[in-house]
């Protein structure tokens, strides 16, 4: 939470806003994508198929590429935990 916030509402909406920004912007970084590519690659209209076994998602990406997203999106959401737990500690009733 923001030093500077003392509106607890307002400090939880940035932490989400900003999980969305972080993780594009670590993909982007990691992958050597611009932001433009991530998008295209992110609504590219098969991209999201299910594939024959019908429990898999089907992409465009790279296993490589589909690897480290997943790696990405753990540790963003771990440090996100991380944060929330610490606002939760603050402000228990």
């Known amino acids: 939470m923001s030093k500077d ?3 607890l509402l307002f400090a939880i909406h ?10 594009r912007e670590r993909v982007c970084q990691d992958c050597n994508w611009s932001t433009p590519t991530f998008y295209r ?3 590219a209209k ?3 198929r299910l594939n024959a076994d019908k429990n ?11 690897k480290r997203v997943v790696e990405i999106m753990d ?3 771990n ?3 991380k944060d929330a737990t610490k606002i939760r500690n603050k402000h228990q009733l």
């Not at 940035?14 to 993780?23: C, D, I, P, S």
């Open 5 to 7: 916030s003392p509106n």
């Open 14 to 23: 940035e932490k989400f806003a900003g999980m969305a920004t972080l993780f």
């Open 41 to 43: 690659k992110m609504r």
């Open 46 to 48: 098969e991209g999201a």
């Open 56 to 66: 898999k998602l089907s992409s465009y990406l790279s296993s490589a590429e589909s």
């Open 75 to 77: 540790e963003v959401y």
């Open 79 to 81: 440090s996100f935990w």
